[in-house]
Each structure stands twice: as structure tokens, then as C-alpha cells.
């Protein structure tokens, strides 16, 4: 009974000592600085990336109508873990909401398989073939979307270190195989020697 009890006793003391799990505002997030990158920095770069596509006026097509962009590669070379996919589902949604590019599932890293598997059922005796897509209907890309991200970490005195993040993305003409576009943008941060980055 006494085991129960300091069992029991040592229980609540545990549980009303652990912290307490919060909601975070993003828009209002007052919590801690930290070495590594947050969703507070990808959201300043995609911010700034997007603003910056936009307000040059490139991505705008001579003439009207929209350029379609596929999306390629971004490239994690940092320490961390890295969805890359995550920045690039971001830009995407601004751009789409900007009204001013159509993005394709046709092919690139955000291909939809189903676009395929729809083909497949050209022929087939268990399908209406007037429901089933046509041949050539298919619409290629006008531009390609792609980038890396990369750190560098500098040591200026004993007990404190630099951490440089460099977001950078890139819009190929898949016509012509010419850079479209590019912006890079840096994140810098100062933190204790010891303290982890990832």
C-alpha cells in the first residue's frame, strides 16, 4: 500500500511539474530565436521571393494569358532536415493566388500520377470511351521553378558562432534554356558556441 501510495505521490508530482503544451500564434509568435531554420524564416523568404517575382513584372506574359510552370528540384545541402517540398508548396500557393501563372502536375517533382493512370484506360473495353481523356491535350511548361538552400558557419570569437542561410530560387525559360529569374535570400543568425544548429 505504501508503494501505491508513493507511486501514485510521485506520479502527480511528475505530471504537475511537466510543461504545458501551448498553441503558437504565427502571426503573433513571441518564442525564442533559434540557430536553426524556422517556419518564421521561410516564411520572411517566401515573402520575399514571391514579392519580388511579382513586382518585376517578368512573370507577367507578354500579351496576356499565363505562364505554365512546373516545378524542379530544391536542393538541401545544410545540416538539418529539410522538407524542400514544403518552400516550394508555398511559393506555388502565392503564385497561383496571384493569379498570374498556372502550375502544372504533368510532370516535375509535384507530378500526379493519376495523370498517367488516366491515360491507361484509353482502349479499354470497361470505360466510356468519351469520358476517357483525349491524346494532346496535355499543355507543356513554359517554366521551371528550382533552387538550393545552404548554410555557412562562422566562428568570430570564442564563445559565439555566425550561422548564414542562403534560400536561393531559380525560373528557368524551358524554351530556351535561360535563367528567367533568380533572388537569394540570407538569414543570419548569432548564437552560443555550443549551441546545436539542426
Known amino acids: 500500500m505504501k508503494k501505491l ?7 502527480v508530482l511528475i505530471a504537475g511539474c511537466a510543461p504545458k503544451t501551448v498553441y503558437v500564434d504565427p502571426d503573433n509568435d513571441t518564442g525564442k530565436v533559434v540557430l536553426s531554420l524556422d517556419y518564421r ?4 523568404a517566401i515573402r520575399e521571393m ?7 513584372g517578368k512573370i507577367r506574359k507578354p500579351g496576356g494569358g499565363k505562364y505554365v510552370v512546373t ?10 532536415r529539410i522538407d524542400t517540398r514544403q518552400l516550394l508548396a508555398s511559393i506555388e500557393e502565392e503564385l497561383l493566388r496571384s493569379n498570374v501563372v ?8 509535384t507530378g500526379d500520377s493519376m495523370i498517367n493512370e488516366a491515360r491507361k484506360l484509353r482502349d479499354s473495353d470497361e470505360f466510356d ?3 476517357v481523356q483525349a491524346m494532346g491535350q496535355l499543355i507543356g511548361p513554359d517554366l521551371s521553378v ?5 548554410e555557412r558557419v562562422v566562428h568570430y570569437d570564442n564563445h559565439k558562432k555566425q550561422v548564414e542561410y542562403y534560400i536561393e530560387l531559380i525560373v528557368t ?10 533572388k537569394q535570400v540570407r538569414i543570419l543568425k548569432r548564437g552560443g558556441k555550443k549551441v546545436p544548429i539542426w
Open 129 to 131: 470511351q468519351g469520358t
Open 102 to 109: 498556372d502550375f502544372t502536375s504533368s510532370i516535375g517533382t
Open 173 to 182: 525559360d524551358l524554351r530556351t534554356g535561360l535563367r528567367f529569374w533568380q
Open 146 to 150: 528550382s533552387g538550393k538552400i545552404f
Open 5 to 11: 501510495m508513493l507511486f501514485l505521490t510521485l506520479t
Open 41 to 44: 524564416d521561410f516564411d520572411i
Open 71 to 80: 516545378t524542379g528540384q530544391v536542393v538541401n545541402d545544410t545540416t538539418q
Open 50 to 56: 514571391t514579392q519580388s517575382l511579382l513586382t518585376e
